[in-house]
């Protein structure tokens, strides 16, 4: 079956930096796009970094310049570098990744910024 495995959330100071990383097994990784999604405490769940399987990435105006997204096809993993973090980032991260009709999630790592 399709797992997708977080890690790298925590604790850190605003502008400080984190590291996510997700390790995904049961798919053929190189042709899914893969992505992370953030829910912040009452709020709905919105995308923050996508790259498609040629590399070309995508981010929302709040992260863009803070947050990197990017892929190793030979480890199977994702990962998103996350720089001058604020309180506002606070929020449980998502792994995702699809490929036409398929969509599959991550359990989720949370991050949290103190201010």
């Known amino acids: 079956q399709v797992q997708l495995v977080e890690s790298g959330g925590g604790l850190v100071q605003a502008g400080g930096s984190l590291r996510l990383s997700c390790a995904a097994s049961g798919i053929n990784f190189s042709i899914f796009t893969m992505g992370w999604y953030r829910q912040p405490p009452g709020k709905q769940r919105e995308l923050v970094a996508e790259?498609?399987?040629?590399?070309?990435?995508n981010y929302p105006d709040s992260v863009k310049g803070r947050f990197t997204i990017s892929r190793d096809n030979a480890k199977n993993t994702v990962y998103m570098q996350m720089n001058s973090l604020n309180p506002e980032d606070t929020a449980v991260y998502y792994c995702n990744t699809r490929l036409g009709p398929l969509r599959y999630w991550g359990q989720g790592t949370q991050v949290t910024v103190s201010s």
């Open positions: 790259i498609t399987r040629g590399g070309s990435t």
